[in-house]
């Protein structure tokens, strides 16, 4: 099979009208930075990239008031630096920091806005789990010439591009445009990331599920029926046996969706009530619902579609189903049912 790389696909992608030049430069200076990451990421203890950033008196938080690992702030440091002279960004928002960083006056503007997650599933990386970075492409709202939160606060079906890369065995990038998902691994000798699947189509049955089950006593009604249903197995009201896998760093999880079917679930639950849920919509419910209705998956919050929300905030949290696409019907039939059902 004749190999085409990440750049070739790039320009099939521009000569098919899907990207334009500055938007596949911004992939290419993305996927670049991830490769720094994955490299980072591989020397483990050897590189002196594992445990908590700052000191053991004064650890280093982000703005999500979680302590930071070593390798959070590296593979910040990393994407914000590669897209700052690039030319094709007019600001970028982290799951690290606050504010959106604008793009620093020494270097040309462009009119894409960026979104990251830099290093997803931070708690594995000491373990030696897969981790990875998460990423979402914006335009830049017309006339703004210094974006400030408000201008990234848009559905995830204006999303231009979103992708992930699993830092895992092998290093594996999933990329869409709008236009199918697609998957590149990364070749290590040659330095560049190789199309391995081409239009990937997720199943619409599953017999996977992945959550995270100690958080059980705290969900909602629906999601107790739900998930005891596919606990019931064969014996149950579903007929048939599932299995759950649970990595704990969403990219792993998805990537094993986007591989062989299943769903990922991280529901509502009295804990979290408060604050919306878990995972970030901004950096990572929109890009990964993206990337999973692409392949022929669904997303959504339990209640409704993940990327036609309206975010409000940069920062702000949402239940997130997705998967096989039958799957999370009946998972968000439930909720949708028992909230008619309270009237
Ligand atoms: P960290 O990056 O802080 O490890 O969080 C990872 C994550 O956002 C997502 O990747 C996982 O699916 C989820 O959190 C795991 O959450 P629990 O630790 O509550 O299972």
């Given amino acids: 099979m004749k190999s085409i790389s990440l750049i070739q696909f790039l320009i099939e992608e521009r000569r098919a009208g899907h990207v334009n030049a500055e938007l596949s430069l911004l992939i290419e200076v993305v996927a670049r930075a991830c490769k720094r990451s994955a490299v980072a990421t591989n020397k483990g203890a050897l590189g002196g990239v594992l ?8 650890l280093s938080m982000n703005i999500q008031g979680e302590a930071q690992k070593k390798l959070d702030v590296i593979s910040n440091e990393i994407l914000l630096e ?15 920091m606050e504010d959106p960083q604008p793009i620093p006056d020494m270097y040309p503007k462009g009119n ?13 990386i000491d373990v030696n789990i897969s981790v990875g970075t998460i990423f979402s492409v914006l335009r830049c709202p017309d006339g703004v010439v210094e974006p400030k939160a408000v201008d990234f606060l848009q559905p995830g079906t204006t999303q231009l591009a979103a992708g992930y890369v699993v830092y895992g065995p092998a290093t594996v ?3 869409t445009f709008g236009h199918g998902t697609h998957e590149f691994t990364l070749d290590r000798e040659v330095g560049s990331f190789v199309l391995s699947r ?7 049955e ?14 909602e009604a629906p999601m107790q029926r739900y998930i005891g249903e596919l606990l019931a197995g064969k014996e149950g009201p579903r007929g048939k046996d599932f299995n759950m896998r ?8 998805v990537h ?31 890009p990964m619902a993206f990337i999973i209705e692409q392949a022929g998956g669904a997303a959504t919050t339990g209640r409704e579609r993940i990327m036609s929300l309206q975010p409000t905030a940069l920062h702000q949290r949402v239940p997130v189903f997705l998967g096989s696409k039958k799957e999370v019907e009946v998972a968000t039939r439930y909720h949708v049912a028992a909230d008619g059902a309270q009237g």
């Fill in 206 to 219: 599953a017999t996977e599920f992945a959550i995270n089950m100690s958080n059980q006593r705290h969900w």
């Fill in 198 to 204: 081409r239009d990937i189509k997720i199943p619409e």
């Fill in 112 to 124: 894409h806005l960026l979104l990251f997650d830099p290093l997803d599933g931070s708690s594995n």
């Fill in 256 to 286: 094993r969706i986007v591989t062989r079917g299943g769903v990922f679930y991280y529901p509502l639950d009295a804990k979290i009530k408060a604050q919306g849920g878990k995972l970030r919509i901004m950096y990572e419910a929109n």
């Fill in 173 to 175: 990038l999933v990329l």
């Fill in 246 to 253: 649970w990595v704990a760093s969403m990219v792993a999880d």
């Fill in 82 to 96: 590669a897209n700052a002279w690039g030319g094709h960004l007019a600001a970028c928002a982290s799951e690290e």
């Fill in 51 to 58: 445990g908590m950033a700052g000191s053991a008196d004064a």
